[in-house]
T-cell receptor, first 110, second 113 residues
Framework: KNEVEQSPQNLTAQEGEFITINCSYS?????LHWLQQHPGGGIVSLFM???GKKKHGRLIATINIQEKHSSLHITASHPRDSAVYIC????????????FGKGTLLTVNP | DTEVTQTPKHLVMGMTNKKSLKCEQH?????MYWYKQKAKKPPELMFV???????INESVPSRFSPECPNSSLLNLHLHALQPEDSALYLC????????????FGSGTRLTVV
């Protein structure tokens, strides 16, 4: 069982729809990251969370430390949001390593 | 400056060539990372430098040789690579202490022929 599980693996939406991507993890963490990667491209860090909720434009990320669960929401989705969204967690202490989920491929159709 | 800059963006090299990938950041981050990403897979950690010293080597073959000449620069020297080493190589940086976010570069797409 992977330490970081994402769902769904694939998601297709119509433009304007509200999107939710979920991430569950089984290890103690110091921070959780939501990352975006367009096909063939590099990685963009969207959010880093250690508690609560963050919002940036149409993107909202939440984390529940007790339940070891995080969600990424996209409001009013747009075709340019089509990308792979990756959840990654960083361990505690001096553990530098990020453990990645397998990613969610989001396709938003016009 | 809030970016990690990687050069070159694309590289094609033969199995007998020697080449280097370069990564640069000016955010004062003292931890720098090399990741390897194959198609449709999550990134895999290769090396971690902390305060310019190698702190993690994830059992990477010696044909990959990292170097951190100063706190802003990270290089990855490549020699005698195999076709299966073709991948996207990503550099990242962060503060050393936990609770700080990562910044990723846009990567170098490497093809070994």
């Amino acid at each position: 069982k992977n330490e970081v599980e994402q769902s769904p693996q694939n998601l297709t939406a119509q433009e304007g729809e509200f999107i939710t991507i979920n991430c569950s993890y089984s290890v103690g963490i110091s921070a959780l990251h939501w990352l975006q990667q367009h096909p063939g491209g590099g990685i963009v860090s969207l959010f880093m969370l250690s508690s609560g909720k963050k919002k940036h434009g149409r993107l909202i990320a939440t984390i529940n430390i007790q339940e070891k669960h995080s969600s990424l929401h996209i409001t009013a989705s747009h075709p340019r949001d089509s990308a792979v969204y990756i959840c990654a967690v960083r361990g505690g202490g001096s553990n530098y390593k990020l453990t990645f989920g397998k990613g969610t491929l989001l396709t938003v159709n016009p | 400056d809030t970016e990690v800059t990687q050069t070159p963006k694309h590289l094609v090299m033969g199995m007998t060539n020697k080449k280097s990938l370069k990564c640069e950041q000016h955010m004062g981050h003292r931890a720098m990372y090399w990741y390897k990403q194959k198609a449709k897979k999550p990134p895999e950690l290769m090396f971690v430098y902390s305060y310019e010293k190698l702190s993690i080597n994830e059992s990477v073959p010696s044909r990959f040789s990292p170097e951190c000449p100063n706190s802003s620069l990270l290089n990855l020297h490549l020699h005698a690579l195999q076709p299966e080493d073709s991948a996207l190589y990503l550099c990242a940086s962060s503060q050393v202490h936990r609770g700080y976010g990562y910044t990723f570069g846009s990567g170098t797409r490497l093809t070994v022929v």
